[in-house]
């Protein structure tokens, strides 16, 4: 009797832990995407003859369609299935990459960077719609946790794996390759059989869930918080490499591998951040610890010509306590929420980051055209300090939740 009982348990285990592999497959092709037309930054310059603000403009016009498709994005993987949309948007964003690495041009980046956007806006609804119907309640947290990780991942790799591919079929060749990606993994998802999910978050143990307004006053801070989170974060990501090597005269190996410290602790610090998470409930406070420190290490590395060694140690550092922020910020979001909206709440914050992919690449891009790479780290401080602040402002606001 116990084994009869016992297997349709293992059996709903294995499906569990084979859709949330899927999905974080898929979201490290995501994170992996953001980053591969700033990894090329320096190629795509120099064959385009265009500056840095032009190239951050592409990735303002990438946030643009992100932020604006994203919540129809959301409404559609109601309709048609989550699975569909994800299944779209792995194969959109591939085929961007591809035909920029077929036909170059400064119009044809803005047209990827676009289609780059509108696949980027699949992820989160459809991810979290699928997580959310066939993974079990009670390891929830830690499906997300392992998503986010996933994600974090994709973003640590993605320079090694551009400056490689570049070295060994150029430009070009590296677009190509990293736009297969995409479709290579759709095939891989319907392969496995990846399970659908539409309308997940409409009810609760067979109820119709209660509709109920989410543009609350808390949710609205929040997504300013994300916003400053974004911005805190882009210059780093997107600029780092090419401020180190023109401000502080580090050589591309080295500002690649200090970068890939950073995101890759930050991968790191989310597990990490997952298990502080559970055992506090002072989350706002978690955040604004974290960033206060990375405040003063950030602003060391804009200030300091720091050794190589020493720097990627700094970055590093950094970059796990970023990491360790991502459980708390989401646990903020989850304590907000109206009963019943988590799934509708994640999406309006998350509009904060799109907001921080619109402004970012102009400021930062202007920064470097202006000959000011320092302020590529140090406008970075500027936006951790403002975050550090308003973490704080969203420890004192009562949720009424437990």
């Given at each position: ?334 304590n907000a929420a109206p009963a019943g909206a988590a799934g509708r709440a994640f999406g309006i914050v998350s509009t904060g980051f799109n907001f921080s992919g619109i ?44």
């Amino acid at each position: 009797m116990v084994d009869i009982l016992a297997a349709p348990q293992q059996t709903k285990t294995d499906s569990s832990l084979r859709t949330l592999t899927a999905i974080s497959i898929a979201h490290w092709v995501s994170h992996f995407h953001l980053f591969v037309l700033p990894m090329l930054f320096p190629y795509l310059k120099a064959q385009l003859g265009v500056g840095y603000i032009e190239l951050g403009f592409a990735l303002t016009v990438f946030g643009v369609v992100s932020g604006l498709t994203q919540a129809p994005i959301g409404y559609l993987a109601d309709h048609i299935g989550a699975r569909k949309v994800l299944l779209i948007g792995l194969t959109v964003g591939g085929l961007a990459l591809i035909l920029l690495g077929m036909h170059l041009s400064y119009t044809s980046l803005v047209l990827c960077a676009a289609l780059l956007g509108l696949a980027n806006s699949v992820y989160h609804p459809a991810d979290y719609a699928i997580l959310s119907a066939h993974m079990d309640v009670r390891r929830m947290g830690r499906a997300f946790s392992i998503h986010t990780f996933a994600g974090f991942v994709g973003g640590a790799v993605a320079p090694a794996i551009m400056a490689a591919l570049v070295a060994t079929v150029g430009g070009l060749g590296a677009l190509i390759v990293a736009g297969a990606v995409g479709p290579a993994v759709a095939l891989l998802l319907i392969a496995v059989g990846l399970p659908d999910a539409s309308s997940a978050d409409r009810s609760s143990d067979g109820a119709a869930a209660p509709k109920q307004s989410v543009i609350t006053p808390a949710l609205m801070v929040l997504t300013i918080f994300f916003m400053l989170l974004g911005l805190s974060n882009a210059g780093i990501n997107n600029f780092g490499v090419v401020a180190l090597m023109t401000g502080y005269g580090v050589t591309f190996s080295a500002a690649n591998i200090a970068l890939t410290a950073f995101l890759g602790a930050s991968a790191a610090g989310v597990l990490a951040g997952g298990y502080l998470a559970d055992r506090t409930s002072r989350h706002g406070s978690v955040a604004a610890a974290c960033f206060g420190i990375n405040a003063v290490i950030i602003t060391i590395i804009a200030t300091v010509n720091l050794p190589s060694v020493v720097l990627t140690v700094a970055m590093g550092l950094a970059g796990f306590l970023g990491g360790v922020i991502a459980p708390s910020r989401d646990m903020l979001v989850r304590n907000a929420a109206p009963a019943g909206a988590a799934g509708r709440a994640f999406g309006i914050v998350s509009t904060g980051f799109n907001f921080s992919g619109i402004l970012s690449p102009l400021l930062y891009g202007w920064i470097m055209d202006q000959s000011m790479p320092h302020w590529v780290f140090g406008a970075s401080v500027v936006f951790m300090v403002l975050t550090v602040l308003l973490a704080l402002v969203t420890d004192r606001k009562p949720t009424g939740k437990t």
